[in-house]
């Protein structure tokens, strides 16, 4: 399922070359490169020897200096847990994500298994020990195997349920088969389960609407390259992560429930950071 692309937005695509520094792009993208092109060796050799502490965390470090490199400034509400293994769940609107979430929860991603074919990101997804699963039907009981295989072994896994990006203005409806892995149960206890929102606010102290958002949410037929490139001329970008409240299986009953449970928390928080409300109000809209 694609997003659809608004009139409005495709005409940001039009005025985006105008806008920014390509000095500061071209700068920011070197500076990426020699990072990454450093720490892959690095990482590479942590996962081929089994080195857990380096495996978890040189990623979540890395991810804090690629967001300073791209001018991320992250903002984060509400309390992330701390017990492992914890499932988180959010709503998905651009490649960005990847970046902030990374520097904000320890653990790895679950990720189409395209993504698995998309050259140079697909070596780092595989760094990070990401989960690659089929959207078909037929695959999901061998793609929830692989979800619970690494949550019993105690990783934190971040999980997009929409399984596509979305434009950041709504949340589109969560995929309730893969919530089915919430019903393991860790060193004996419920897996606890977090619904989190991301949101793209503000470009240089100013609050991005409807029609300037589009410069860091990607999604539908929006082209990768040139999207980085315009990201990467444009200043410093305010990106909110609130942390909702940790949930399980048992609280709600069966994995639609917990589904729908969190695609409320997810959607409620995404409606109340767009209309710039308060950390306060942004507590009460998870409740």
Same mark, same amino acid.
């Given at each position: 399922?694609?997003?659809?692309?608004?009139?409005?937005?495709?005409?940001?695509?039009?005025?985006?070359?105008?806008?920014?520094?390509?000095?500061?792009?071209?700068?920011?993208?070197?500076?990426?490169?020699?990072?990454?092109?450093?720490?892959?060796?690095?990482?590479?050799?942590?996962?081929?020897?089994?080195? &857990?502490?380096?495996?978890?965390?040189?990623?979540?470090?890395?991810?804090?200096?690629?967001?300073?490199?791209? &001018?991320?400034?992250?903002?984060?509400?509400?309390?992330?847990?701390?017990?492992?293994?914890?499932?988180?769940?959010?709503?998905?609107?651009?490649?960005?994500?990847?970046?902030?979430?990374?520097?904000?929860?320890?653990?790895?991603?679950?990720?189409?298994?395209?993504?698995?074919?998309?050259?140079?990101?697909?070596?780092?997804?595989?760094?990070?020990?990401?989960?690659?699963?089929?959207?078909?039907?037929?695959?999901? !009981?061998?793609?929830?195997?692989?979800?619970?295989?690494?949550?019993?072994?105690?990783?934190?896994?971040?999980?997009?349920?929409?399984?596509?990006?979305?434009?950041?203005?709504?949340?589109?409806?969560?995929?309730?088969?893969?919530?089915?892995?919430?019903?393991? /149960?860790?060193?004996?206890?419920?897996?606890?389960?977090?619904?989190?929102?991301?949101?793209?606010?503000?470009?240089?102290?100013?609050?991005?609407?409807?029609?300037? !958002?589009?410069?860091?949410?990607?999604?539908?037929?929006?082209?990768?390259? &040139?999207?980085?490139?315009?990201?990467?001329?444009?200043?410093?970008?305010?990106?909110?992560?609130?942390?909702?409240?940790?949930?399980?299986?048992?609280?709600?009953?069966?994995?639609? /429930?917990?589904?729908?449970?969190?695609?409320?928390?997810?959607?409620?928080?995404?409606?109340?950071?767009?209309? &710039?409300?308060?950390?306060?109000?942004?507590?009460?809209?998870?409740?």
């Amino acid at each position: 399922m694609k997003s659809p692309i608004s009139a409005e937005n495709r005409a940001f695509r039009e005025a985006a070359p105008s806008l920014g520094s390509s000095g500061r792009a071209t700068f920011r993208l070197i500076t990426y490169a020699l990072l990454t092109l450093t720490l892959i060796p690095v990482q590479a050799l942590a996962v081929l020897l089994r080195i &857990g502490p380096v495996t978890r965390n040189l990623p979540y470090y890395y991810h804090r200096l690629v967001c300073l490199i791209l &001018g991320l400034k992250v903002e984060v509400r509400g309390t992330r847990s701390t017990e492992a293994p914890t499932l988180f769940v959010g709503n998905h609107v651009s490649y960005l994500d990847i970046e902030t979430l990374g520097r904000t929860i320890p653990g790895s991603f679950v990720a189409k298994a395209e993504v698995a074919t998309w050259p140079f990101f697909n070596v780092l997804a595989k760094l990070q020990r990401t989960v690659f699963v089929e959207r078909r039907t037929s695959a999901t !009981r061998e793609s929830r195997d692989s979800i619970i295989g690494r949550l019993d072994a105690g990783d934190n896994l971040i999980l997009f349920p929409e399984g596509t990006s979305s434009d950041g203005t709504r949340v589109l409806p969560f995929r309730s088969a893969l919530f089915a892995v919430a019903q393991i /149960k860790p060193g004996g206890k419920p897996l606890r389960v977090q619904p989190f929102t991301i949101a793209y606010t503000r470009l240089d102290g100013i609050p991005l609407g409807r029609y300037w !958002r589009p410069y860091f949410t990607w999604y539908g037929d929006m082209e990768m390259a &040139g999207h980085l490139w315009n990201v990467c001329k444009l200043g410093e970008c305010s990106v909110v992560v609130q942390f909702h409240e940790p949930t399980d299986i048992t609280q709600l009953g069966d994995r639609k /429930k917990l589904s729908d449970h969190c695609f409320r928390a997810v959607s409620q928080g995404l409606q109340a950071i767009n209309r &710039g409300e308060p950390a306060q109000a942004l507590a009460k809209a998870a409740e």
